[in-house]
């Protein structure tokens, strides 16, 4: 079995024993786009594949006793023998892609540009509409609420404690995204997505409102 098969098999097994029930076919997502990226940034496959695939491995809220050392993605490369220092180049693609609230980290290799946009495309888009509200109906968050206005700024620290409807989500992250790509392919695939969303929410808000 080659290994980035493996590394999917790996990230499904994982998946499979969250109770949560996080699926891994995101990472499957992250992996192809950041694929098609790479061949047209000049980025390196395999690492970027490898990184995109094990992104949420050690991911805060799944894993969190893991988060801070990546031990599954680390003891994961290490079983496959992948030298150390391209586990090194991996290890800090997946530290350096989380948005964090602030969106300001941005990885210094281009396979990590790769990386990070794909995740970021995930999140938008007709795919990043329904994560949205599959994340707020797990979380017991409401749609919508015409009395809660976005909060916009927050720090890193504010944003993972602060609890806002999924509508809220799309100002306080998703429109945000398509301003924070690093590649051009990325930039071009982000504005059409980010065009769909919004004018998702222009049907929402008009059936909401009774004009439609
Ligand atoms: P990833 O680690 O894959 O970048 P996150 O773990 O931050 O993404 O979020 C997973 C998904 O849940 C994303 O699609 C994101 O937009 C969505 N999400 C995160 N926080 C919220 C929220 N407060 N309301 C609605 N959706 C959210
Ligand atoms: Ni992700």
């Given at each position: 079995m080659d290994i980035l098969e493996a590394a999917e098999r790996y990230i499904t097994a994982l998946a499979a024993e969250d109770a949560g029930g996080h699926d891994h076919f995101h990472a499957l997502r992250v992996r192809r786009t950041a694929e098609y990226l790479a061949a047209r940034e000049g980025a390196d496959a395999r690492i970027t594949a490898l990184a995109a695939l094990l992104?949420?491995?050690?991911d805060i809220k799944l894993s969190p006793e893991t988060h801070a050392t990546l031990a599954n993605a680390v003891s994961f490369l290490r079983g496959q023998g992948v030298p150390e220092e391209e586990i090194g180049r991996i290890t800090r693609i997946i530290s350096q892609i989380?948005?964090?609230?602030?969106?300001?980290t941005v990885p210094d290799s281009i396979e990590g540009k790769c990386v990070q946009d794909a995740d970021r495309l995930d999140a938008i888009g007709a795919v990043g509409v329904a994560r949205a509200f599959a994340y707020g109906g797990s979380h017991g968050?409401?749609?919508?609420?015409?009395d809660e206005a976005p909060c916009l700024d927050m720090d890193a620290e504010t944003y993972r404690k602060h609890v806002s409807t999924t509508v809220n989500h799309f100002y306080e992250k998703l429109f945000r995204l398509r301003d924070l790509m690093n590649t051009e392919t990325a930039r071009r695939i982000a504005q059409q997505r980010d065009a769909f969303m919004r004018a998702f929410l222009d049907e929402f808000y008009a059936e909401w409102n009774g004009e439609r």
């Open positions: 992104h949420d491995a050690d989380s948005f964090g609230g602030t969106g300001k968050r409401a749609m919508y609420d015409p």
